[in-house]
């Protein structure tokens, strides 16, 4: 599984993005999908999760009722709608995949993208 991460940019505080992440193969629907970001000089944390059918999502409190996690399987890709964003949201976001189920630690996912930069002025 091939992962593309992209959607990444400049934005100011209380702003919105939305990231994508694309992948290849055809078991994209099979997999949780997730999300994590990691800051400079910190150590990568946990964003979002969803799980293969959509139905289920597990959020980071920092981030929760601000990012919205959503996926479509027809498309093979999965994306994290970002508001009200803060400057302590900058960081390079990284999606990821793993079979089974949801999990917010990174260490279980077997597939990375190459992340993009997400930078919030103040």
């Known amino acids: 599984v091939q992962l593309q991460a992209f959607g990444g940019g400049l934005v100011q505080a209380g702003g919105s993005l939305r990231l994508s992440c694309a992948t290849s193969?055809?078991?994209?629907?099979?997999?949780?999908m997730g999300w994590f970001r990691q800051a400079p000089g910190k150590e990568r944390e946990f964003v979002a999760t969803i799980s293969w059918s959509g139905i289920n999502t597990l959020y980071a409190d920092s981030v929760k009722g601000r990012f919205t996690i959503s996926r479509d399987n027809a498309k093979n890709t999965v994306y994290l709608q970002m508001n009200s964003l803060k400057p302590e949201d900058t960081a390079i976001y990284y999606c990821?995949?793993?079979?089974?189920?949801?999990?917010?630690?990174?260490?279980?996912?077997?597939?990375w993208g190459q992340g993009t930069q997400v930078t919030v002025s103040s």
């Open positions: 990821a995949a793993k079979s089974g189920g949801l999990n917010t630690y990174g260490r279980n996912y077997n597939y």
């Open positions: 193969g055809r078991t994209f629907s099979s997999y949780v």
